[in-house]
């Protein structure tokens, strides 16, 4: 895989155009609805929404930053396998990034959606 990392570039996620910078940015929750965060491992960047608790933001940049590396294919190991790494260095932000999905519809949604699909 090759990594392009020369920062500045530009990108478009949701129908809205993002000037990455480096190689960990904090956005606007419009940008990443319903993630908490994503990753960009062929460009070796993540975004993480900059409007959750400190807790939970350590989780999902943890959680993003070990996708960079994740070669696995199939969508739902990759996030098991993110959830349980970061969930070893940051507990609280599993277990309220657990909680803050369960309770959302939006997030609940674009699950089903992504089993359906088999992203």
Request: glycine letters at 4%; charged letters at 30%; aromatic letters at 16%.
């Amino acid at each position: 895989m090759v990594i392009n990392n020369q920062f500045p570039f530009k990108v478009k996620i949701n129908n809205i155009s993002l000037i990455v910078t480096e190689k960990i940015m904090f956005v606007k929750k419009e940008i990443l609805l319903p993630k908490f965060g994503r990753s960009f491992p062929e460009h070796g960047f993540v975004i993480v929404r900059e409007d959750l608790p400190e807790t939970l933001k350590k989780f999902v940049l943890k959680h993003e930053l070990f996708h960079l590396t994740d070669k696995r294919k199939n969508w739902f190991i990759r996030e098991v396998k993110a959830n349980l790494y970061a969930g070893f260095f940051h507990p609280i932000g599993f277990i309220i990034c657990i909680f803050k999905t369960i309770f959302s519809f939006e997030r609940i949604k674009f699950y089903i959606e992504r089993f359906k699909n088999s992203e």
